[in-house]
């Protein structure tokens, strides 16, 4: 089997790593020898730090896609175009594809299934969601005979890195970000992690796994992880004994699927709690096999190239396909508005601390018929202001918009009322 | 494809379910019927709580084996014979083979998986460790680009359960172990289960697919959990921040590869640690994609039975096979001789507490060679016996066992001294 690399970033680094060190395992695995002969780069000056011979670099695309004996093209330059251009022309030439590229997948998924489909070939993207966990097989095939009833996953390293050092070290947003970029975990520009967008469409291709459910990226209910502060963290951990993670979720609930990217207090009972760092964790119920957690690097050059590099050898054991995948497996028959789901909420709001203000924010959630299990006001000097911290009993998103709606309007009330559902 | 189903108990009955549950995922899955023509049981008559034709059932495994229409036997018998013996007829017959047989597949694998070769069927055995946990296939295929470097198990979960309960609950060994019987977690006779014994087959299976190493039980070091007392965990817990997991390891180092199964102290930051009450936690370090962990529930109708209808629906879409496992991937030269293997040791034994007891020990630890991190003993009269705890640095196994075999033979300490490594 010849495989033409596309994309000669980390990630493709990696994969190139792989194939010099542990070829004696590959082989032995597939019964075959899988051979790197051609890797394209629009750069292929820059030292990548592994060792490959110069004559399979190329700076043309078409030296794999047009190459009759290309069996397999890796796509690693992300994105959608060229990326897309690429992998269709591939499909079309007749070649497997293996992608760790979700927003690629997230929105054109039936296209490029399609064109495999109808072109016999094979696409595998094992490392667009969790990077190395195994979570993607295992959810289309191991947890096959299952009717999925929820997916939670901890899918976005950088987001979950700065909520960990938030909690263990007490630090506020803005520094452990700033902490973050220094040590490469976060971009320059983090907006596409730290808002949940790269979390968003991770769950779009877990949702068309699980549920063969396909939902546009602009229809999905995304929060991001940039309004919560060091005391909203302190007040979860010692009051409610939770621990703050930026949570995908897909379930179930009466047959309606419930979608959502939402930073969640996750109670230190639940195993997800226990997902720190830049680690990665997805919890997958299923009605027979119960709840099964999936752990490991969501990211990075070696983790996922482990993945990628996995998918090239199952094609090659397998080239004649896996178990169908999206909308031609779905089980579901509606998704549910997200402003009719509903949850226990945590909400933290600031405001002046004097006589009637605590009276006029419980009239507020009075009035969209939502129940406080608890308010807790810390002490002040009248006419400070102070942060109030409110758990709800179950209410629907809806009703909790409008009521903070409703009570940032409250002339004692600054800033934006923060909001986090309860796991 | 046609299934024949060989054992109507617990597992099978949930097999059934799922069958009649969701047959709708099942198709839309494969793209094909899976249709359960036949069951065959010793008893058919007792009521298995789920809904059958009677017209399948059969006391004659012939009605299987024999019939040219069955394509893929599924043997839930349990045990080494008649298993086997179905087994290799099911494939000399040409079907396929699923099963959830430990203890076959660790004792015959050899002669099972040449002569599904040679036939050219699948045996498929997803169930056989971690019930519903998609470990096997994970490891085996999704892992396969890495050398693995560990894999730590907490793979039986009556022994998790005890253990679990004896730190939530405080209490001793004897109590839990009835609390777990009466409320079916653990077997009238749970030998096989606490003495290490399942850990033991499921650890050989996991070596098979992880390293291509085929190690005899018999060669195995197992230890089971029954000499762990109350106060054992307790001092673990609030002393050294560690929870008591029985570990099946497998790890490699300096190119030999190390096995065995104990008890072992779990560090609280290890979220293996977090793996409690019946659930299981496979936690695998792969030279690429580091350290990854799959948990859920290792045993149980439904769980195991979700693994082996999978199996089931991967031989239907792939009958030509996955990839290969077993001696043939044999990455590793020699297994290391487990008193040659080496840890930090937590010891506890009881002594008389009088003048010179801690001397006579400690010379014992120093004349193996052996250096001592820290020594507790708690307060009590002249003459009364109490425990003593001992954290060693890291020692060899036969280094310890020789200290304590010398420790032992004091004569003012009393009964076995208990040894638990320290991950």
Request: charged fraction near 25%; proline fraction near 4%.
């Amino acid at each position: 089997m010849n495989i033409g690399l596309i994309g000669f970033g980390t990630i493709g680094a990696g994969v190139v790593e792989i194939f010099n060190t542990n070829p004696d395992i590959i082989m032995k695995k597939t019964g075959m020898e899988l051979r790197l002969r051609r890797v394209v780069d629009l750069d292929i000056e820059t030292d990548r730090g592994v060792e490959i011979d110069p004559g399979i670099l190329s700076t043309d695309a078409d030296d794999i896609l047009e190459d009759p004996e290309i069996d397999i093209v890796i796509e690693l330059i992300g994105g959608y175009e060229p990326a897309r251009s690429f992998i269709l022309k591939a499909i079309e030439n007749g070649k497997h594809v293996v992608t760790a590229n979700k927003a690629l997948l997230a929105r054109h998924w039936d296209e490029i299934m399609d064109a495999a489909r109808e072109h016999g070939v094979r696409v595998a993207f094992e490392a667009s969601v969790g990077g190395g966990i195994p979570v993607l097989r295992a959810l289309n095939e191991s947890l096959a005979a299952n009717r999925i009833e929820s997916i939670y996953g901890i899918i976005n390293g950088t987001a979950n890195y700065i909520l960990t050092r938030m909690a263990s070290e007490g630090m506020e947003f803005d520094d452990v970000l700033r902490e973050a970029q220094r040590l490469g975990y976060a971009e320059r520009d983090p907006t596409f992690d730290i808002e949940g967008h790269d979390t968003a469409q991770k769950l779009i291709i877990l949702t068309l796994l699980g549920f063969g459910v396909h939902v546009p990226e602009d229809e999905l209910h995304v929060e991001g992880i940039s309004s919560i502060r060091r005391d909203d963290i302190e007040y979860a951990t010692a009051e409610l004994g939770c621990s703050v993670k930026l949570l995908a979720t897909a379930r179930l609930n009466d047959g309606e699927l419930e979608l959502g990217v939402t930073p969640t207090l996750v109670p230190h009972h639940h195993l997800l709690s226990s997902v720190n760092g830049v680690f990665n964790g997805i919890y997958i119920t299923g009605d027979f096999t119960g709840p099964v957690m999936f752990y490991g690097k969501g990211a990075g050059r070696r983790a996922t190239a482990s993945a990628v590099v996995a998918d090239c050898m199952d094609i090659a054991v397998n080239p004649e396909g896996s178990m169908p995948t999206g909308p031609g497996i779905r089980v579901v028959e509606s998704v549910r508005d997200f402003s009719r789901t509903s949850s226990r909420y945590y909400i933290r709001l600031d405001a002046v601390d004097r006589a009637g203000v605590l009276h006029e924010i419980a009239g507020a959630f009075s009035r969209h018929g939502i129940s406080i299990e608890s308010v807790t006001q810390k002490g002040a000097h009248e006419g400070e202001t102070v942060p109030i911290y409110i758990v709800t009993h179950e209410a629907s998103e809806g009703a909790i918009q409008g009521a903070l709606s409703e009570i940032s309007e409250i002339r004692w009330v600054r800033g934006e009322p923060l909001r986090l559902r309860i796991l």
